[in-house]
């Protein structure tokens, strides 16, 4: 059954006041109200789960500016696309947890970069923890809304020496930290079905989430069947969410496919993938409900430039009237507000 608000899910915590999964970003969420909070994770060499949005993480971390860790600057082909900087699965831990939080888009929001470089980067397990620390606390259930990043290329990422089996590495760390068995609301998520169908082998009791992108084809399935492989916009049409059900629990759209914006940025939407999932008894969350004009789509942006908030409820309007069972937002207290209104 559709939910009769929105779950509101601190995507990495909030980041529209701090750095991308700080503490201090997760901690703000759970005082704003959130739902659930969304950690991503990736791999470290040691095969430590951390969390980071990339396994690039020049961006969002001091790395560059670490003379003892200029040498691991390189070149990758990441899910078919090449990136230059530093990565994840070339530090062990201990090397990673000495790195600070950047905000990544400090143009936009100078106000969270203002708290550059002042906490660690944190592990899965500090996550989990601070969840369930911040559930006893204000005597409520809060949720993880877990994305597992990148499943394919972790298992080859060291070359011929093979790489990381990160269903095996997840299970490990949510049955240690107590996760794994129903008693605590966790969602798994990813643009990979593979992984998702690998945890559900595995006995770890969530809620399954497909994620999908307004274009192109899932990285593992592309690898298995090459062009032959669905894109996601055919699996978000009837036949693609057909052969969904029973293999996942909902799937969570780019915002832009319930938007269907045209070329010049105006609304046509909302288009029916909402309905034509839940006929199918399948949820639908989308990504990501955020104020700044630079992630509006043109119709709804305004005056100030791109950090400036323009017409945000009435995008986002759009969205909870078409009956979206969740939504990721940068700014938890505006979400929190609004959604449940």
Request: glycine share 10%; aromatic share 10%; charged share 25%.
């Amino acid at each position: 059954m559709p939910r009769r608000t929105p779950l509101v899910i601190g995507h990495r915590g909030a980041p529209g006041y701090r750095p991308e999964h700080s503490a201090s970003s997760y901690d703000l969420a759970f005082e704003m109200g959130v739902d659930a909070v969304e950690p991503d994770i990736v791999v470290s060499r040691d095969g430590v789960l951390v969390v980071r949005h990339e396994n690039e993480i020049s961006g969002t971390t001091d790395v560059a500016d670490r003379p003892v860790f200029a040498d691991r600057r390189t070149t990758k082909t990441i899910d078919g696309a090449e990136l230059t900087g530093w990565f994840t699965e070339d530090f062990t831990w201990d090397e990673l947890s000495t790195l600070r939080c950047r905000e990544r888009l400090p143009k936009i929001r100078p106000a969270s970069a203002s708290f550059d470089d002042e906490q660690p980067v944190l592990r899965l397990r500090e996550v989990l923890d601070a969840v369930r620390a911040a559930s006893l606390e204000q005597g409520r259930e809060i949720g993880v809304v877990l994305e597992v990043k990148h499943a394919t290329y972790f298992a080859t990422c060291f070359g011929d020496r093979g790489g990381w089996d990160i269903a095996a590495l997840i299970e490990a760390e949510l049955r240690d930290a107590g996760w794994a068995d129903g008693a605590l609301p966790l969602t798994i998520e990813s643009f990979e079905s593979s992984v998702l169908y690998a945890l559900q082998e595995r006995g770890i009791r969530a809620a399954y989430i497909y994620l999908l992108e307004a274009a192109g084809r899932p990285f593992d399935q592309l690898t298995a069947f090459g062009k032959a492989a669905l894109t996601y916009r055919q699996t978000a049409k009837p036949a693609g969410l057909d052969a969904l059900v029973g293999r996942v629990d909902g799937i969570s759209v780019d915002k832009r496919m319930i938007l269907a914006p045209d070329k010049l940025g105006r609304l046509t939407g909302p288009s029916p993938v909402i309905a034509d999932a839940h006929d199918r008894g399948l949820r639908v969350y989308t990504w990501t409900c955020r104020p700044e004009n630079a992630f509006l789509i043109g119709q709804f942006r305004g005056r100030g430039g791109a950090g400036a908030f323009g017409d945000w409820e009435a995008e986002w309007a759009v969205i909870r009237d078409a009956g979206v069972d969740g939504v990721f937002v940068d700014h938890p207290d505006l979400g929190a507000e609004f959604f449940r209104a």
